[in-house]
């Protein structure tokens, strides 16, 4: 029978879930779908109300229909710290027992609430001997634990919990490089914008390089064209998503406010690349995959295409996955941006 993996992803405005059967390759996408979340549940990719999300988790399940209870779940918040470091090379079991003494001062979370990964970035030689280059993730432990008692609480299984940047590169990533010169290649951004949240990571044929996670996305564009068109804002999001209300503001006002505040978002993303680069000489940035919700924000990509001397394009969670799902093409297509986590969640890791 062909193994079966589930990814569930708990969003500020819904939960959503894909199956994949890896017993193929690619994997078939052969299970997906969503419920929507009350305003407050989740709120910067933090669990607020946890019966409420309990509850959303339930009925994914009963609607989705999956056949598995054993799910990875996925993290990216401000209570995530992502940082480069380097210490000597020792056998991973020593590395991992002793990582917490020699992280502790670079980390703004206690070590005895953290809970700690890492993953390998380069080996080399230096002067006081062989080196590793590491980049770890401490996440708050007491956050990471709430989210995982949601799903036991909807008797499920919790067997994993990942970085929501990593998940989208294995969704979304490139692994065979650029398509360019090596030489030339440079590094791949996977950019999620969310409700609340946008995750960013760097990485070079899979290898995530540099992670950042701002608190903010499309709820800010909402926010902003409510409060400056005196309008509620469900009205403001119906505009936002190219649906405007009898007797909405006029076209031209409402796009300069959604342009004005979604620049501030686009600076973000793009001050974030110039820390990269910043902080690692030679590094840059050659093509950014763009998913997420609020990717759909009707001129997002040309205008990040515009401030980021790179290549943008929509990243599609579909590309390494067969679907075999019941939706007609225009279904899927809606679908295909919000679904990146969750797929990327269920994918194996690839080894290295």
């Known amino acids: 029978m062909a193994r079966v993996r589930v990814g569930v992803d708990v969003g500020s405005t819904g939960v959503r879930a894909a199956e ?14 969503q419920v929507p979340l009350s305003p407050g549940a989740v709120v910067g990719g933090e669990v607020k109300q946890p019966e409420a999300v309990t509850e959303a988790i339930k009925e994914l ?54 809970v700690l990964d890492y993953d390998v970035l380069e080996e080399f030689d230096q002067d006081e001997g062989r080196m590793l280059r590491l980049l770890v993730v401490a996440a708050q432990r007491e956050m990471v634990d709430t989210l995982v008692q949601t799903a036991v609480a909807a008797k499920l299984q919790p067997v994993g919990v990942d970085l929501v940047p990593f998940a989208l590169v294995r969704a979304v990533g490139s692994t065979d490089g650029l398509g360019l010169e090596e030489a030339d290649a440079g590094g791949e951004a ?27 996305g499309g709820h ?15 009205q403001a999001e119906a505009i936002k998503r190219g649906t405007p209300p009898d007797g909405a503001p006029a076209p031209e ?27 690692s000489p030679g590094a840059r940035v050659s093509r950014v995959l763009v998913t997420g919700g609020s990717s759909k924000l009707p001129g997002l990509l040309q205008m990040i295409g515009e401030r980021v001397r790179a290549q943008v394009e929509p990243g599609h969670a579909f590309s390494k996955v067969r679907p075999q799902l019941a939706m007609d093409e225009e279904t899927m297509a809606e679908a295909e941006p919000l679904l990146a986590v969750a797929v990327g969640l269920a994918l194996p890791e690839v080894s290295r």
């Not at 999956?66 to 480069?84: D, I, P």
């Not at 946008?198 to 950042?212: P, S």
Request: charge should be negative.
């Open 61 to 114: 399940w009963r609607r989705g229909g999956f056949r598995s209870k054993e799910v990875t779940m996925g993290v990216g918040n401000q209570r995530v710290v992502v940082r480069e470091v380097t210490v000597p090379s020792i056998p991973a079991k020593e590395l991992r027992q002793s990582l917490p003494f020699q992280v502790a001062e670079l980390i703004p979370i206690p070590m005895e609430d953290a």
């Open 20 to 33: 994949l059967s890896v017993g193929s390759d690619p994997p078939f996408l052969v299970r997906a779908a």
């Open 253 to 279: 006002t409402a796009r300069q406010v959604l342009d004005s505040r979604a620049s501030v978002l686009v600076d973000e993303i793009r001050s974030s690349f110039d820390f990269y680069q910043a902080q």
């Open 190 to 216: 996977v950019v999620d914008v969310g409700a609340d949240v946008t995750n960013i990571c760097v990485h070079e044929r899979g290898v995530a390089k540099f992670v950042r996670i701002l608190p903010s």
């Open 220 to 234: 800010d564009v909402t926010g902003a064209m409510a409060s400056s068109l005196g309008i509620p804002e469900d």
